[in-house]
């Protein structure tokens, strides 16, 4: 099994034990658009507590990737994912994370294109 695919069964039983339930087709495409980065362990988690990480969540991933400039709306997903994601859970894979607010704000269509 190549290390990618390692990287998706990893996030899948993450998300198993978070109770989030996984589009692995929509996982996968979202791991994919993350590059390198999940083998980088200061890069493969989102800190939620970091006010300068969600200004980069916010800029490159919400306003870039996806199109939102809707500032309330994107407040409100982060902290929907947030919560799902659990405050104190200190493991936040940005590839969940991201898969989340891809979820939250409806935009799978994004990455449905991409496949």
């Known amino acids: 099994m190549s290390q990618f695919y390692q990287k998706i069964d990893q996030y899948k039983n993450a998300m198993l034990h978070l109770g989030i339930e996984c589009d692995q087709q929509l ?8 590059g390198p ?22 800029t490159n991933f919400l306003r870039k990737k996806l199109g939102l400039f809707d ?19 200190d493991c936040k894979y940005r590839a969940i994370f991201y898969y989340l607010l891809v979820k939250e704000l409806r935009k799978e269509y994004i990455y449905e294109k991409a496949s």
């Open 37 to 58: 980065s999940i083998y980088k362990i200061e890069a493969e988690t989102v800190t939620g507590s970091c006010a300068e990480e969600l200004h980069t969540v916010k």
């Open 71 to 89: 500032s309330q709306r994107i407040d409100e997903a982060i902290d929907s994912v947030i919560l799902k994601m659990g405050k104190s859970n």
């Open 27 to 34: 996982l996968t495409a979202v791991t994919k658009g993350l």
